[in-house]
């Protein structure tokens, strides 16, 4: 029992403190199957069992075997009015009173010792006073914990206090029911869901005779008269069928054997579920009033022969508006018979669009008790439905309480009809009016307004008030006002219509420019009465024409800023435009017999001649007269207008200078302006040359493609211009290699190739191209820097009697270039067949990488590493994944080709060091320590020199320090281009604090020097070494070693690719720091990391 209670008591402080789930499951698992339960709180997260917990209704707390809460639930906290921190770890009597926490204890006790449940009802006085019923509910569960599995009691709440109270509420309810029954005048009955009477009051059994057990069930109904208990059972089985209330009239037999007319009012019941109960009713006695209706039956029967002849339908309605009386002229006219009609079925025969409104009306009368007039449609006989006019009124009694209601109904459809024709065409006509295109307004004869439409409105920018009843003369531009008054007077004289262009001033100030058609109205004398005014807004046409009389003199500006000669003519040759380099308006009206000899009048009579004929454009080359030095340049073409041609358009343009530009231009369309070298185009034709020569003379074409290594860096760290000039000192130097009898071009930035037209085998390419790979060893001197001019050569040679394309030797020597760039550089490599698969895997490779970099596809995955001393996670391995669509997460072997390319090299880095901070940053948010994370950097990432500034300044924008990243690099990065800068990028990140690991030692080249040479504090034994350690001696020595060497040197050592607890065990004992591998986690996504630095225990234990 200790042992239990320790271990509860650790699972407060350590990992799982048992949940719970929602109410269903929860009593499923936990109170009822133990098992599952314990499988449940083994399994599901304490956060999620702590969230369900808090989503229960009722309290439900969790107690150790020392009666201290190791849990609750929001509920609970409610019910003590405490919080969740001041009642953990703390016991019943921290809450309750001194009785209730002993009585707890007690109950809890008889749990643990027996593990049977517990339930009892009990009351609890909370800390606020107040008594609560409390029903309790105890169950032993069991959870797993560090020293094996441990009983908790698992205790839930209900309050019962409001239950009881609304029961005890309830008795006492039908006591005082029954007390107001039987002190009731009337008559009061109650009866069961299948119609059985199950209560009448005392009045019933005073009145009829009848005790309590005599009326129960069907037994009321021997004391109805024989006439009306059938009548009296369909009316009450058709309510009770539809849990309707209703209404009967029959006769009942009192104690003395007479009979009383009685009024039953039944009411359905309903329980609060909507269940339906029975009923409930009470019975009147309206014998008097039965006399008092027979009275009145014979004096409704004079008054209704009296109302058959009136030509209008009289009625008559009870103070609720239900009609109670009318002639048969309202069934003969509306095809209703009269038990249709009573009550509120008159509304039947309403059109379905008037019946609202007419009801309304009624209902307003009703409601305030004054006379009703409303019109709407009826119903004829036929279905026809005619307008009517429905008036009524009230009668009082001498208190003013209203007796009856007195109307009638008068047909008034043709006049409505007529009326309503008359809307209609006055709704077309103002329809028209607001919705025309033009603004119109009405004036009166002192010109103010009396209507005015929308549209002149809109044009205005005001409102109809604004405009109502004054002059628009106000709104009138000042310039235009004056004489628009002028013209009115004059035309109102003649009464001829007027029309003219004016400006009306808008509020923003803004001019509407409008054409105004204004018209005079005259009365039937012939006097005029008013104007009525159609205005157009032509703002816009105004503006069209103010931007045409704008575009005209611009063209004309634009034509007289122009060196070429512009000019149009008519068809009669007359000039009619001109620039002023043409003459301006000194040659406008003229013709070209005016102007030049008739031999040049001629010509170009002719030419405008054809253009007017053919309707085509004419272009030529013409020296200009009076100066054959220069020429020109001349187009002429037809001026049309709706398809008919009115002139010529000519354009002159003095072409000299172009003529002796393009011969300058021929030679440099096939030469380099760089280096003067042949390009690619003019390559291009000498190789199709050099084929037709070869196949005839059954000679061999080789060709060699050259590739400066590593241009591009020259470019970005010395800069364009000391790139263009190495390129030139670069050409120089092939060309005295190559020689004339060769052509050297230059094919692209930094591409060059060689033609050797005639060569008898590939020995004399392979001899060519040795001696240009001897002849620029030495590097070129620029600006006091030294620049290695090495080159990458790719070979091809043609076969004797080839007939192939040139393309296809120029694809094999740049196929046998990339093989000489993938080989290390500086070499020269002939083509052989087998290259083309291989350079298609790497061109497949890059462009799969280009998209995993394009579409992000990239992700980091962590692989922890564990400090063999402690056991405990020391960081992680970021490395490199990528997410194919379709098929899944990928290693980075797949697109290796890559890490070599420098932009995709760098691209590739900096996404996986960019995800890597972004997730770095949200564990540090969220209080997760996973130690150092280190990331892997290709050579490629090193030749820009700013690897360095660019990893310490994203570090600073994500707010992390630099103690949180390591940076692991092989032995590669030391050597090859870019090397230079790998040093100083090192001690730049170790001196802001970044620390840095070597990758795979022992398997690259000059280990020993790049310790001495560069800053490294980690070293990470190869997976090869540790594969084999406890079964290879060799394997084990060079681990040894190594970490020997680390030991020595006092940098940490990391041994990757530990699969097995033997070398787990071997490595801590010969004191490596730190291991990684499937051992001790396979990578990981980021999401799962907090997971498994959560669950992670000591590697030894596992």
């Known amino acids: 029992m200790k042992n239990a209670k320790e271990t509860a008591g650790m699972m407060v402080a350590d990992r799982t403190i048992p949940g719970s789930t929602p109410a269903p499951v929860l009593e499923t698992c936990a109170m009822r199957d133990p098992g599952a339960g314990e499988a449940l709180l083994s399994t599901v997260p304490v956060e999620v069992l702590g969230s369900l917990l808090d989503g229960l209704p009722y309290p439900v707390q969790v107690k150790d075997l020392h009666h201290r809460l190791l849990w609750v639930n929001e509920a609970m906290c409610t019910l003590l009015g405490q919080s969740r921190e001041q009642m953990l770890a703390r016991s019943d009597c921290n809450f309750c009173r001194e009785e209730q926490a002993c009585s707890c204890r007690i109950s809890d006790d008889e749990v643990f010792a027996t593990g049977q449940e517990v339930e009892y009802e009990k009351e609890l006085i909370t800390p606020a006073g107040s008594v609560r019923l409390i029903r309790f509910r105890k169950r032993l569960v069991s959870a797993p914990g560090p020293m094996g599995v441990a009983p908790f009691l698992l205790t839930s709440l209900q309050d019962g206090t409001d239950s009881r109270r609304a029961e005890m509420a309830l008795q006492e309810s039908e006591a005082s029911f029954r007390r107001l029954a039987d002190d009731a005048p009337v008559i009061i009955w109650m009866s069961d869901a299948s119609g059985a009477v199950v209560f009448v009051n005392r009045l019933w059994c005073d009145t009829t005779g009848q005790n309590q057990e005599e009326a129960r069930g069907q037994g009321w109904l021997e004391v109805i008269h024989p006439d009306d208990q059938e009548k009296v059972g369909h009316i009450f089985a058709n309510a009770s069928a539809r849990h309707e209330p209703y209404q009967a009239e029959y006769r009942l037999q009192l104690a003395d054997g007479s009979w009383a007319w009685v009024l039953d009012i039944g009411q359905p019941r309903f329980a609060d579920d909507g269940t339906f109960q029975g009923y409930v009713g009470c019975g009147l006695d309206i014998t008097e009033r039965r006399k008092v209706e027979a009275a009145l039956r014979e004096s409704e029967e004079h008054y209704r022969y009296s109302v058959e002849l009136n030509p209008q339908i009289p009625w008559t309605s009870d103070p609720e508006g239900g009609i109670i009386d009318l002639p048969n002229r309202w069934c003969d006219m509306t095809g209703m018979s009269r038990e249709e009609t009573l009550g509120q079925g008159w509304t039947m025969a309403l059109h379905p669009e008037d019946g609202r409104t007419v009801l309304e009306h009624f209902g307003a009368g009703l409601t305030h008790g004054v006379p009703v007039d409303a019109e709407g449609r009826l119903r004829g006989a036929d279905g026809t439905y005619r307008w009517f006019r429905i008036r009524g009124a009230p009668r009082r009694d001498t208190s003013g309480h209203i007796l009856r209601w007195y109307g009638s109904s008068e047909d008034i459809h043709d006049h409505k009809q007529a009326m309503l024709t008359l809307q209609e ?199 200009f007269p009076n100066d054959i030095t220069r020429r020109y340049h001349t187009v002429k073409a037809p001026w049309r207008r709706n398809d008919d041609i009115i002139g010529v358009i000519g354009i002159s343009r003095d072409i000299t200078m172009r003529k002796q530009a393009e011969e300058r231009l021929q030679w440099a369309a096939d030469h380099d302006e760089l280096t003067d070298l042949p390009n690619r185009r003019l390559f291009q034709e000498k190789i199709k040359q050099a084929f037709l020569a070869a196949f005839l003379t059954q000679r061999r074409v080789g060709l060699l493609a050259i590739d400066v290594d590593h241009f591009k860096q020259i470019n970005d760290r010395f800069g364009h211009s000391t790139g263009d000039a190495f390129l030139k000192g670069f050409a120089e130097r092939l060309c005295q290699v190559v020689g004339d009898q060769s052509l050297t071009a230059r094919v692209g930035g930094d591409e060059f190739a060689v ?235 170790i001196a802001a604090g970044v620390t840095i690991a070597l990758d795979d030692f022992g398997t690259g080249y000059a280990s020993l020097s790049h310790l001495k040479q560069f800053p490294v504090h980690v070293l990470k034994i190869d997976r090869s070494f540790v594969d084999g350690l406890v079964t290879n001696a060799s394997d084990a020595a060079v681990v040894n070693a190594v970490l020997s060497l680390g030991q020595n040197l006092g940098i940490r050592t990391v041994a990757e690719g530990v699969e097995t607890a033997a070398q787990a065990a071997l490595l801590r004992d010969q004191g490596c720091s730190t291991a990684q591998g499937f051992y001790f986690g396979r990578p990981m996504a980021a999401s799962d990391v907090p997971r498994f630095i959560s669950s992670w225990n000591d590697w030894e234990r596992r």
């Not at 611009?554 to 034509?559: A, C, E, G, K, R």
């Not at 310490?952 to 050597?975: M, N, Q």
Request: aromatic residues 6%.
């Open 425 to 623: 065409r006055e709704r077309q006509l103002q329809t028209v009016f607001n919705q025309a295109v033009v603004g119109i307004v009405h004036h009166d004869r002192s010109n103010r307004v009396l209507m005015i439409n929308q549209r002149f409105r809109e044009i205005l920018g005001r409102t109809r008030e604004e405009l109502d009843g004054i002059s628009l003369l106000q709104f009138t531009h000042l310039e235009d006002a004056e004489r628009q008054a002028l013209l009115l007077q004059e035309h109102r004289h003649t009464g001829e219509p007027l029309q003219l262009e004016k400006r009306y001033v808008r509020p923003d100030g803004s001019v509407v420019w409008c054409n105004v058609n204004i018209s005079f109205v005259r009365d039937e004398a012939g006097d005029i009465t008013g104007t009525i005014a159609v205005a157009e807004d032509i703002t816009a046409h105004k503006q069209a024409e103010e931007r045409a009389r704008e575009a005209q003199n611009l063209l004309q500006d634009v034509i007289d800023s122009v060196d070429d000669l512009i000019y149009v003519k008519d068809c009669s040759g007359r000039y009619i435009v001109a620039n002023r380099t043409f003459g301006g308006p000194e040659v406008l009206g003229k013709c070209d017999q005016d102007l030049f000899s008739q031999e040049i009048a001629e010509k170009y009579r002719q030419d405008d001649h054809h253009v007017l004929v053919s309707g085509s454009k004419l272009s030529v080359e013409e020296d």
């Open 755 to 989: 033609l050797l037209p005639e060569v008898c085998s590939e020995t004399d390419v392979s001899t060519m191209a040795k001696a240009i790979l001897d002849h620029l060893q030495e590097p070129i001197s620029l600006n006091s820097n030294l620049l290695d001019c090495r080159t990458s050569i790719g070979g091809a040679v043609t076969v004797p009697g080839f007939d192939g394309e040139p393309d296809e030797l120029c694809k094999q020597a740049d196929i046998a270039l990339y093989a000489s760039k993938t080989a290390g550089r500086s070499v020269f490599t002939m083509f052989r067949s087998s290259m083309r698969e291989e350079l298609q895997k790497a061109g497949s490779a890059l462009r799969v990488a280009g998209q995993a970099v394009a579409f992000d596809w990239l992700v980091p995955y962590y692989q922890p590493k564990v400090d063999l001393a402690s056991g405990k996670v020391d960081g992680f391995e970021a490395l490199l994944r990528w997410n194919h669509p379709d098929s899944g997460i990928q290693s980075p072997d797949a697109i290796a080709p890559a890490f070599d390319n420098t932009d995709l090299g760098i691209a590739i880095g900096g996404r996986i060091r960019s995800c890597v901070l972004q997730h770095l940053r949200a564990w540090y948010d969220t209080g997760i320590k996973t130690g150092r994370i280190a990331i892997n950097v290709s050579s490629a990432e090193f030749r820009r020199d700013d690897y360095a500034e660019r990893v310490l300044d994203e570090l600073s924008r994500a707010g992390l320090p630099t103690s949180c990243l390591e940076i692991e690099v092989t032995e590669g990065v030391f050597l090859g281009y870019g090397s230079e800068f790998v040093e100083r990028s090192l001690h730049k990140l």
